[in-house]
């Protein structure tokens, strides 16, 4: 048996007001639709079309990045005139997959699960059901599919906009996901009309036809209300955020993970924790990003695309794309850009930024300092407002740091340069040229001294004060 997904994504979703496709508007920080295709993998299924519209080219690119587990394909829905219409462009795909069943999800609707997705296919599968529609009882149906219930499971589903006003007051509403048998499906698929308030073929039109065709209809009902939440403008998004933002919470809470405030925290869906870390208010983790255990991820942190060992302490750090590693110790107001590895017991202070780099074990970055381009040894300490010149407006060069070396304040390394092993630098130096093991380079203008030179100057300033006040005075007096 071949069971294969659709995800409708071809609307503009005029209401959210972008530029964008609705689908690709963010919940936590990731696409609807990524959420929404993360549920299909997590349940197993291997062959998803996704059905695009509006601004196809930018759910392409958005596929086309995406690193998937299934195989995904996409269709093009020239005109977007319903959800019966969006399906009918993946008709060649479904007629190779005929001897399954067909998923199939609206792609604004990001709270679907892999669990929810794969019980309904059993309660579909088991009751030899021909339709299987996901549902759930929500206080505030506004704007839903109302599910009409008749004496052997489901009789219709009518969109709000079609609905007499006793189906108005129906609470069980259409998530959107169902379950198809598919060679069914395309049977009933061409005989949908646009004859309903919005003028538009209604995939839920299906329902009536297949059961007026013999065939069983029938609703799974799910236990959370989440499920069947979508999003249709910037209020229902925010809506969903904020929902989402909870749920992530509650599981991380649950998992032992210490929130000391969660205001402004935000933490994306596929984020790990290690038990006993603690969290602050404002910090924002998202991406694929796992924090160890016994952490601390102070306020105002955002951390995207790391991996963060055990027993790290981040404050007011901004890290993309990095390797951080066990008892690290960042911030404040430290940039960690993408393509740093931070080694084991390294400390990195107020006012650092690191691109690009490797930064040796228990090495120390303590304050004011660029690191760019550089491969760092262990045991180094940097002094204040030193600068790997790693860039000469037209290439870039990397820097070689050595174990046990000692930065002096405001050195410049000029790269390409290596620094040798338990090496100095002098303060103030511009170092470019390599510098041998152990050894101390000096490159900085000899000091001389200009005695009592302050004596003179003083008294010529002192002077010309002391005019100026007169002048004013007399200025007054007239
Ligand atoms: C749809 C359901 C409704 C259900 C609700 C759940 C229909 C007729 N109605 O209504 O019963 O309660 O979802 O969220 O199916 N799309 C296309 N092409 C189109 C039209 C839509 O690809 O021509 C895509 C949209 O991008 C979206 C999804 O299909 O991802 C749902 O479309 P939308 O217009 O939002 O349907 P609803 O009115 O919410
Ligand atoms: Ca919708």
Not at 19 to 30: A, F, H, Q, R
Not at 201 to 219: N, V
Not at 239 to 246: I, Q, T
Not at 430 to 449: F, H, M, S, V, Y
Request: one cysteine or more.
């Amino acid at each position: 048996m071949k069971d294969m997904a659709i995800v409708l994504a071809g609307g503009q979703g005029k209401r959210m007001r972008s530029d964008k496709p609705k689908v690709l508007c963010g919940v936590l920080g990731e696409p609807m639709i990524e959420w929404v295709l993360t549920a299909c993998e997590n349940a197993g299924l291997e062959k998803i079309c996704v059905v695009k519209g509006f601004r196809a080219d930018m759910i392409e690119d958005y596929l086309a990045a995406r690193k998937s587990k299934a195989e995904i394909s996409s269709v093009l829905q020239e005109e977007q005139l319903g959800t019966g219409h969006a399906v009918m462009q993946a008709e060649e795909l479904m007629k190779e997959y005929a001897d399954g069943n067909v998923l199939i999800l609206n792609g604004d609707a990001p709270f679907i699960d892999a669990e929810t997705i794969n019980d309904a296919l059993k309660c579909h599968t088991a009751a030899d059901n021909s339709v299987t529609v996901v549902t759930a009882m929500i206080p505030d149906p506004t704007g839903y599919g109302r599910i009409i219930r008749g004496e052997n499971g489901l009789s219709a589903i009518v969109e709000h906009k079609d609905c007499t006003p006793a189906q108005l007051a129906v609470t069980e509403v259409n998530s959107g996901c169902y379950w198809f048998r598919t060679a069914d499906l395309l049977e009933v698929l061409g005989e949908l009309t646009n004859d309903n308030a919005q003028g538009e073929y209604y995939l839920t039109d299906c329902i009536g036809l297949l059961i007026a065709a013999g065939k069983r209809a029938e609703a799974y009902t799910s236990h959370d209300p989440n499920v069947v939440l979508g999003a249709n403008d910037r209020r229902s998004l925010l809506a969903l955020n904020d929902a989402a933002r909870a749920e992530v919470i509650g599981r991380h809470l649950e998992n032992g993970i210490e929130f000391t405030c969660t205001d402004g925290v935000s933490i994306g869906n596929s984020v790990t924790i290690g038990q006993g870390t603690v969290i602050h208010a404002g910090a924002v983790l998202r991406g694929r990003t796992s924090i160890g255990e016994n952490c601390i991820i102070g306020s105002g942190c955002v951390i995207e695309n790391c991996t963060v060992g055990n027993g790290v302490d981040l404050n007011y750090v901004q890290a993309f794309d990095s390797v951080i590693e066990d008892h690290v110790k960042i911030g404040p107001f430290v940039q960690v850009r993408p393509g740093s590895r931070i080694r084991k017991g390294a400390k990195i202070g107020d006012f650092v930024e690191i691109k690009n780099s490797d930064i040796g074990e228990y090495t120390a970055v303590a304050h004011l300092t660029y690191v760019g381009d550089s491969d760092v040894g262990a045991n180094v300490n940097f002094g204040c407002g030193v600068v790997t010149v790693n860039y000469n407006g037209d290439k870039k060069f990397r820097t070689v740091i050595g174990d046990n070396a000692f930065i002096g304040c405001n050195t410049n390394l000029v790269a390409p340069v290596r620094v040798g092993n338990g090496a100095y630098t002098a303060a103030g130096s511009t170092i470019t040229k390599d510098i041998p093991d152990n050894a101390l380079a000096i490159e900085r203008g000899k000091q001389t001294i200009k005695e009592d030179y302050a004596v003179k100057k003083l008294a010529h300033h002192r002077k010309k004060l002391e005019d100026a006040r007169k002048a004013e005075e007399a200025e007054v007096k007239k």
